[in-house]
Structures are given as C-alpha cells and as structure tokens.
C-alpha cells in the first residue's frame, strides 16, 4: 500500500497507460504485415486471373474500425487519468479532518468516544458492547433506542464495566437489536474518525482513520 504524495499521485495517473498503448502497437505490426501480404500478391497474381479485391477491403475496413476503437480507449484511458489525479488530491485534503463513516471501530480520545447506529426496523431492545483489540468485553450499554428513525447517537465516558477510567486507544463496537420476538433487527453502524492519511491499494484510494479503520472515500456520510 502507498501513501499519497505527488509521487504516488503520479504513479496513479501513470497505471492507467495501459492497454491501448500495447494494443495500437499490435495493430501497427497487423497493419504492416497485411500491407506485405498485399503488396506480395499484387505483384505475383496472373495477369489473366487477377485477384478478388474484395477480402482485402474488407480485412482493411476491419483494421481501420479496430484502429478507431483503441484510439477511443486511449482518450477515454486519459480522461480517467486526469480525473483520478485530481479525485487523488480532493481525498488528500481530507487529512486531519473528522468523517463519519460506516465502521464498528471507534477511537476512545480524551476519554470519550462516540458512535450511531441506524435500525432497518423497530426494536424492542437494543445494547452495545464495547470491546478491545483482543475481543474483551471492555463495557456494555444497555436500553438504547430502538427506534427505526434516522440514526441514533451513543456517547461512551471511557468506563469500564467496573468503572474505572479506560486508557484512550482504538476499540471495537458491536450493536445488538432484537425486535419484540426476539429476532435480529438489522443495523448500520457508523462512527466518526480522523483522516490519517490517504493511500492507495491496487490503485484504489483507501482513507486510514486514526481508530484503525480503512475505508473508501466513497462511504463518507459526513465531513467536519
């Protein structure tokens, strides 16, 4: 993975040369080739039989329209080019600013840590658990909201379950809804984190958040 810079910013818009350049290569070599063919035939035909013509125009019509669609790709090859250098640079900007996303990992900082959740449905209880890198219950909170409007906030004081004061760092939420029959009720977890910087994997930007978490510039909810 490659953090972002002029030069990874470069490297980016550079990946995309590609294909129709080794394509048009190709049918440079095609087009010489037909025209020694032709060249070859035309000069040894018999005279009282001439050659048919027509397979020849034809097979030249088929590489003009081959021609034409790799030159098509080369432009539309650019245009994405330019267009993921300067989508490169708007993510850049993004360093050092709040988003809100849709992740389970939240960053405890100053002793606080917030978090939302949205239901797809009413339900009848809803609690959260906390935990640490390794999986430990750090604290539960129970009697949440359980309505299926809008999103709803948490605030987590940095306690644990026995009340003592946790060390700030990068923790995990897990939010559970059950309906009145005590089925899963679907949700969406969202939380806000620091851009730490941007990077790319196999030429996609990737934001990485101060929590610990990796997600696409796409899935942005919220900018502050």
């Given at each position: 993975?490659?953090?972002?810079?002029?030069?990874?910013?470069?490297?980016?818009?550079?990946?995309?040369?590609?294909?129709?350049?080794?394509?048009?290569?190709?049918?440079?070599?095609?087009?010489?080739?037909?025209?020694?063919?032709?060249?070859?035939?035309?000069?040894?035909?018999?005279?009282?039989?001439?050659?048919?013509?027509?397979?020849?125009?034809?097979?030249?019509?088929?590489?003009?329209?081959?021609?034409?669609?790799?030159?098509?790709?080369?432009?539309?090859?650019?245009?994405?080019?330019?267009?993921?250098?300067?989508?490169?640079?708007?993510?850049?900007m993004l360093i050092g600013r709040e988003?809100?996303?849709?992740?389970?990992?939240?960053?405890?900082?100053?002793?606080?840590?917030?978090?939302?959740?949205?239901?797809?449905?009413?339900?009848?209880?809803?609690?959260?658990?906390?935990?640490?890198?390794?999986?430990?219950?750090?604290?539960?909170?129970?009697?949440?909201?359980?309505?299926?409007?809008?999103?709803?906030?948490?605030?987590?004081?940095?306690?644990?379950?026995?009340?003592?004061?946790?060390?700030?760092?990068?923790?995990?939420?897990?939010?559970?809804?059950?309906?009145?029959?005590?089925?899963?009720?679907?949700?969406?977890?969202?939380?806000?984190?620091?851009?730490?910087?941007?990077?790319?994997?196999?030429?996609?930007?990737?934001?990485?958040?101060?929590?610990?978490?990796?997600?696409?510039?796409?899935?942005?909810?919220?900018?502050?």
């Amino acid at each position: 993975m490659e953090s972002i810079s002029s030069t990874s910013t470069a490297a980016a818009t550079a990946a995309t040369t590609s294909a129709a350049s080794a394509s048009r290569d190709k049918l440079d070599a095609d087009y010489q080739s037909f025209l020694k063919l032709l060249i070859a035939q035309v000069s040894n035909q018999d005279p009282l039989e001439p050659m048919d013509s027509t397979t020849f125009v034809s097979q030249l019509a088929q590489l003009t329209q081959v021609e034409q669609s790799i030159t098509t790709n080369d432009t539309l090859e650019k245009i994405e080019a330019r267009l993921g250098a300067a989508n490169a640079r708007e993510d850049a900007m993004l360093i050092g600013r709040e988003v809100l996303v849709p992740t389970d990992k939240i960053a405890l900082a100053g002793g606080t840590a917030g978090f939302s959740y949205a239901l797809n449905g009413t339900a009848a209880t809803v609690s959260a658990r906390i935990l640490s890198d390794d999986g430990t219950v750090v604290r539960r909170i129970d009697g949440l909201p359980g309505g299926s409007e809008g999103r709803h906030e948490v605030l987590w004081d940095g306690l644990d379950r026995d009340g003592l004061r946790v060390p700030d760092g990068s923790f995990r939420v897990e939010v559970e809804a059950l309906d009145a029959e005590d089925e899963p009720v679907f949700l969406s977890t969202y939380a806000e984190g620091q851009v730490e910087r941007v990077a790319f994997r196999d030429g996609t930007p990737v934001l990485q958040l101060a929590s610990g978490a990796e997600v696409s510039p796409d899935s942005i909810v919220g900018i502050r």
